[in-house]
Each structure stands twice: as C-alpha cells, then as structure tokens.
C-alpha cells in the first residue's frame, strides 16, 4: 500500500500512485471509462434514415420528460427553500424538453448535418454552454451544469448501452475509471480485462474488495489519473505496490514483465499449499474460508482448498436488477453453491445493502440517507422487510438440508436484533415443515457479525445468544474510528492496528471463549498475512478472506507457533500507539519468516 497521491512526470512514463488492492501486475491498453462525461459516439446518417432518428429523439425526449415529472413529484415533498429551488430547476428542464429552441437546435442538427441524435444532442448542448459560460453573472453561470444535466439524461435515454459494454473490449483492457460500481463490476470478465484502476475508493471500500475477489490488478484512489490517460495508451497496472505507469518506455515495460512473470510463478508455487493443513508450527490447526461475492468465485475457491465459505455476501443477488430475487431464485443460486461445497460450512450473510452497497434504488425504496453508513443499513433494513426476511429466511432453511449452513447477521448492534431474527428463523422453519418442506435438524446456527463498537462493547452479553462470532474489521474500523471506509480523502487515517480497534476485538474474542462459542474474523484484515499471527494469538481460529488470499495466509500460518502468536498479541496489546504495534509486527514477521 502507498499513501502518496501524487502523480510524478519521469522521462517518458506518467506515473500515478494510490492503494494497491493487489492481484500483481497488468500490461495492457488502457480503456477510459469516465462517467462524468458523455461519451458518444458521433456517425452519419442517410437522409432516408432523418425520420426513423426524428422519432428516436422524440422518444427519447418524453422519456426525459416522464423522469422530470418523478424527480419533480419528489422534490415536492422536500423542504421549503430546496423544494423551490428544485421546483425552479425542474420546471426549466421541461420547458427546454417541451418545442424549445433547445429541441428545434437538434431536430435541425439531425435534418442538416444529416448526424445521429446522441450527437446531435451533444452538439446544441456545446453551443449552449458556451453562451452561458461568457455571460458575466454568476447565477446563469451556475446554470452551465443544469444545461448539461439535460443533455445528459438525453443522451442517457437515447444510448441503448444501460452499462459500459465492458463485454465488447479487446483482451488485455486496463480500465481507468473515475468511479466503478459494485454493480458495474458483475460486467468485468476478468478473461478480457487485466486490470483497472479507479480515482475514487478507499481500500476497505466494496470496490477494493470485489476487486480482490476478481483476483485482477487493481489500484484505486488514483487522483488525477483520468485526466491524464487516453484510451488507447499503453498502461502498466502494479496492484501490489499501487503504482500505476501511463506510457511507460521500453526499458519499464522489460522491468515489468520480469515482475509479473516472478509474481505468476509464486501464486502458482503457493497453489501447492491448498492440499496441506492450515496449521501453525506447534499443532493448532485454523479454519481458512473464503469469502464469496460473486458467483463466479467458487472456482477459485474450490480451488484454494478452503475449509469452506466464511462469508457469502447475498448482496450481489440484488444488484443490477429492478426487482428483488424471489424466495425460488434465491433458493436455487444458494443451492447450487451449497452442492458445490460438498458438506463444507457455507456462512450465508443476510442481505447487507446500504452504505456504498447499494442496489437499485426502486428495490430497496431506501431514498437518500442523510448519512447512509449510519442509516437504513444491513439488519436494519432487513428487519423491516417482511417480504426480503420471508423469502431470504425460507431460501437459506430451505438450502440447510443440502450441506452445512449458518446464518450470519450484519450490522448488529444490540441482543435484541439477533433473538428477533431467532425467533423468525425459528418461525419460518416451522411454517415450513407444516408445508412439508424439509429444514435440517438442528436448524443452521446464527451468528453475528461484530463490525459495530456497540456489539463488541456488549459481546459478554451477546455472546451467550449467538452460535458464532465473526469479527468484520472493514466496518469496526470504520464505525470506531469514524473514517469512512470509502472516503480517499481520510483514508490515511483508516487503521484496524488502532489500539481502540484492537480492543473491541479481543473483547470479542474473550466473551466468546467464555461462552465457548467459535470466533472468526471475516474482514479483510483476514487477508493480510502480517496479521496472521496477531490474529490467532489473540483467540481467532478462522479466517475468511477472498480465495486467493488463502495460500499467502496458510503459508503464514505454517511458520508461526501458537505460542509465539500469544506472546506477539500481548506485546501488541499493551501498546497505546499505533506505530509501535506496526513496528512490533513487522519485527516478529522478520524474526519468524522461515521456508514453508
Ligand atoms: C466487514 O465489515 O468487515 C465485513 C466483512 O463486511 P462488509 O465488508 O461486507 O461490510
Ligand atoms: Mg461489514
């Protein structure tokens, strides 16, 4: 990982630096995928065809119109001031969509200049904006945005792309976005794309992690990067130092060829390690799962050798669709994963959305949180849903009679949550055993996630009513120290080693060894293998992480003792400064790295 954002111009390389999400090395030709722009195309038309794309335009038009009238019904249930405002906004919008000079421009452009509407659209908006750019008055030079946004959702509605065809690229594509949603990733093939890199995203963010779990190069909170890059630019991506080359000359592109190729033959050297135990050097053994959010993930799971699923994120089950996955498609994508598991643990985690892992916004109906990571998010929102509980609950007990099923709860903040989704674990089993559907017997244990200080605070308590715990560090670190997780601009700042956070998890990991009940960690933290030692010294006996992670952690593992780990997590934990756990951490790694 490297903290520094700024961009360095050498000889012939333009070279950026940001967090390394890891995944190694990637040439290729870089893809500018900017969201803030129009990206259109701009073609000919035969003056056959003026009429066909008259009509294209018009639909396009009152589309435009029809969403206006939504976000203008919307914007009457906000607050005085901003409710005219937005009224004022969305009045101008449609009367420049109604016969406007606006719409004349255009029709004429495309019955003139014999061009496609997109084009037409971004023509009339361009000559729009630069009138409005040289008049001197700051009011309607604010309205320079307002203009574009038109044309925006114009273009929008007339482009039959509803996503990036990131399909359609060329093998060998590194994409620099500014932004990449969870969603748009579902569109990455990872046999097409060798890599990407993002300005936006901080490391824990769920970009970073879908990122890792595709296993491709990936470097985010790249600033600067999209301004300088074309597509079409030779683009080295180094996912594990965050270092990015744009243009890079002969002699850096040798180099990294050197670095990839050393860095393909240590994964494929660690690929060995799956058919042996996860084991520390005096005997005690640890659980090694995977971390799951897309389906395309088992492979390489199966692969890894893991013990099992530690955490499905369901979340991906919801995204780039408008309506939510019924109890039956629900039930048939955790079945196939189930079989797939063969009777290893598959922990499914109810659906977590909110925050940065937002769906549909019509789905989920959450509307826009003031705050979302402290908002409408994860067991809260489920709670709420009697129609989701329904039929996520029925899939999972369903899928129990399959293999070895556990529920893991998100965001849980207090006891009261989780005996509330015991009890409707336990009703729903009923109602379906009435029905004669099988559930296993006993029913699939519940377990909480701690990821919020409150759970860890109460974890004495809490520990006495759930089957299991799981320590999600991504979010304890972010709700203990207040930094967002998916904020670059304090991600500096961002430290699951804070001595704070380090206490709400041995608090944890305390009340669960009284209870004794078993204790995982599932946030990324899992996946570092310097954590490794620290981890198990502190009473973790499963790490869940993204499937390629397990080899580097199990390598880890086999070089440490339990006691040595002890010891380590001790020192560490008298320690009130932060710099001083890292140096304590990192002394141990070099005293205790030996060959596997
Ligand atoms: C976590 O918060 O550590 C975790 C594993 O959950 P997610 O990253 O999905 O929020
Ligand atoms: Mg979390």
């Known amino acids: 990982m490297n903290d520094s954002f700024l961009h360095e111009n050498l000889k012939d390389n333009i070279t950026y630096s940001g967090y390394g999400v890891g995944g190694g090395i990637a040439i290729g030709t870089a893809y500018v995928y900017d969201t803030n722009l129009l990206a259109v195309d701009r073609y000919d038309i035969a003056s056959e065809d003026i009429k066909k794309e008259l009509d294209r335009f018009l639909v396009a038009a009152k589309k435009t119109r029809r969403q206006i009238a939504y976000l203008q019904k919307r914007a009457r249930n906000f607050p005085g001031a901003a409710r005219e405002e937005l009224g004022f906004l969305f009045d101008a919008y449609d009367q420049m969509l109604k016969s406007s000079r606006f719409m004349r421009g255009i029709e004429t ?23 409005f750019a040289s008049i001197d008055d700051p009011y309607l030079a604010a309205r320079i945005e307002d203009v574009s946004g038109v044309g925006k959702r114009l273009v929008r509605n007339l482009s039959i792309k509803k996503r990036p065809l990131f399909s359609s690229l060329p093998k060998n594509t590194i994409i620099l976005a500014n932004e990449l949603t969870p969603a748009d990733t579902l569109f990455l093939d990872p046999k097409k794309i060798a890599g990407f890199a993002t300005v936006s ?114 979340e991906f089950m919801f995204m780039n669709r408008k309506n939510a996955p019924n109890e039956e498609e629900q039930f048939n994508a955790l079945k196939s994963l189930v079989i797939r598991m063969e009777g290893r643990p598959v922990t499914i985690r109810t659906l977590d959305i909110g925050n940065d892992k937002m769906v549909n916004d019509s789905l989920i109906g959450i509307g826009k949180s003031p705050n979302p990571a402290l908002g409408l998010r994860g067991i809260r929102y489920w709670l709420q849903h009697e129609e989701l509980i329904e039929n996520q609950m029925s899939a999972i007990l369903r899928v129990s009679v399959f293999g070895q099923v556990k529920i893991l709860l998100p965001m849980i903040s207090t006891t009261e949550e989780l005996q509330k989704v015991r009890k409707i674990r336990d009703d729903i089993a009923r109602s379906l055993r009435k029905r004669n559907i099988a559930v296993s017997d006993p029913l699939p244990p519940i377990g909480v996630m701690i990821e919020v200080p409150s759970a860890a605070l ?87 992480m993204p499937a390629s992670s397990i080899p580097w952690v199990k390598k880890r593992l086999r070089q440490i003792s339990l006691r040595d780990s002890v010891v380590l997590a001790r020192n560490v934990m008298n320690q009130c400064d932060s710099k001083k756990i890292y140096q304590i951490i990192d002394d141990f790694e070099k005293a205790s790295t030996t060959k596997f």
């Not at 452009?109 to 997109?118: F, M, V, Y």
């Not at 037409?120 to 361009?126: D, F, R």
């Not at 206490?503 to 946030?523: D, H, N, W």
């Open 109 to 131: 452009r495309i019955k003139e200049e014999l061009i496609n509407a997109e084009a037409a659209v971004q023509e009339e908006i361009a000559v729009m904006v630069e009138a």
């Open 201 to 314: 995203g901080g490391a824990q963010s769920h970009i970073g992690i879908l990122a890792r779990s595709l296993g491709l190069p990936t470097v985010i909170g790249t600033e600067g990067l999209i301004q300088k890059a074309k597509t079409g630019d030779m683009v080295i991506i180094n996912g594990n130092s965050g270092k990015i080359i744009i243009q890079p000359s002969e002699e850096t592109i040798s180099e990294h060829r050197i670095l990839k190729t050393n860095y393909l033959n240590l994964t494929r050297s660690l690929k060995r390690l799956s058919k042996v135990p996860a084991i520390t050097t005096d005997g005690t053994l640890v659980k090694l799962k995977a971390n799951i959010e897309l389906p395309s993930e088992t492979q390489a799971l199966i692969e890894s050798g893991a013990d099992g699923v530690g955490l499905l994120r369901t």
């Open 458 to 544: 109460v974890a004495d308590n809490m520990a006495w009513h759930a089957d299991f715990f799981s320590i999600g560090t991504n979010d304890l670190t972010q709700y203990t120290l207040a930094i967002d997780r998916t904020d670059n601009t304090v991600m500096r700042l961002y430290n699951p080693l804070h001595p704070s956070v380090l206490k709400l998890m041995q608090l944890s990991t305390e009340a669960a060894f009284k209870a004794r009940i078993p204790v995982g960690v599932c946030g990324e933290m899992a996946a570092d293998p310097r954590m490794t030692a620290l981890l198990v010294g502190l009473g973790v006996r499963e790490l869940s």
